[in-house]
């Protein structure tokens, strides 16, 4: 009886912790379901527009090259024309120029690689382009910090808003409701304080190709996975029924 009680303490205790540790430091909103389809090529060449001109700057993609960007329909004359600095080659890998010692000393910590960080971030609370669509749109600003900004979907976070100047500044709304006799803060929506370049649509539809960019990223063969993957399916269904008949006709004057 000692022992069950034992246990039972010392899964309240865990659970306390890891309710504790979530509420700490993390997400404290749901996550949005991002708009991920890697076969709109149009979408995946917007979001890498995006990706080189706004995350390429501090976020490495190491494990990713240039040319690699056939695979959504550009060519190589294309990709150096929109994508690639003059000293750059199409062959090269996707390298941030930011001194590591400098970026660790701005943002606290070396800005990490995003080659695969749409599949690095999945969770139970969703697939990791959830979480990126989720945060790239939860941004509000806050004097206090460092960089000026906070987020929602990470709070305390180190990265700034990048694209601040398209979605313009907005602030979190929340409402005091009852929860186990407790006054608790509820998000309820954003207000638009400022402007941005682009209307709220317009960005969460550039959010919205940036990520599925960054989701076609982190496995750029997924698609022709897939479609080897259907052809495979159905030559093993046509084998298994083949396979099937052969053996009733091999036994059927067998008794």
Aim: proline share 5%; glycine share 6%; net charge positive.
């Amino acid at each position: 009886m000692n022992i069950i009680k034992k246990l039972a303490c010392a899964l309240v205790l865990t659970v306390g912790a890891v309710s504790a540790a979530v509420a700490a430091g993390g997400s404290s909103i749901p996550w949005d379901k991002a708009p991920v389809k890697t076969t709109d090529l149009a979408s995946l060449q917007n979001g890498a527009k995006y990706f080189v001109n706004y995350c390429l700057n501090c976020h490495s993609a190491a494990f990713m090259r240039f040319n690699r960007l056939r695979d959504i329909g550009l060519t190589d004359q294309q990709i150096k024309d929109n994508l690639l600095f003059p000293t750059d080659k199409v062959g090269e890998t996707m390298k941030a120029s930011i001194d590591p010692k400098q970026a660790k000393e701005w943002f606290g910590a070396n800005p990490p690689d995003l080659t695969l960080i749409a599949r690095s971030r999945s969770s139970h609370s969703g697939p990791g382009a959830d979480y990126l669509y989720t945060l790239l749109r939860s941004y509000y600003r806050d004097e206090t910090k460092a960089t000026g900004w906070n987020n929602l979907a990470f709070p305390n976070i180190g990265m700034p808003h990048i694209l601040w100047e398209l979605q313009g500044e907005r602030r979190p709304l929340f409402e005091t409701q009852k929860s186990h006799g407790h006054d608790v803060q509820v998000f309820k929506g954003w207000e638009q304080v400022s402007p941005g370049l682009m209307t709220a649509n317009q960005y969460d539809q550039a959010v919205g190709d940036l990520v599925n960019y960054l989701h076609w990223m982190a496995e750029p063969a997924q698609n022709s996975r897939v479609r080897i993957g259907v052809w495979v399916l159905l030559f093993l269904s046509l084998f298994t029924f083949a396979a099937w008949r052969l053996n009733a006709a091999f036994w059927k004057d067998v008794k």
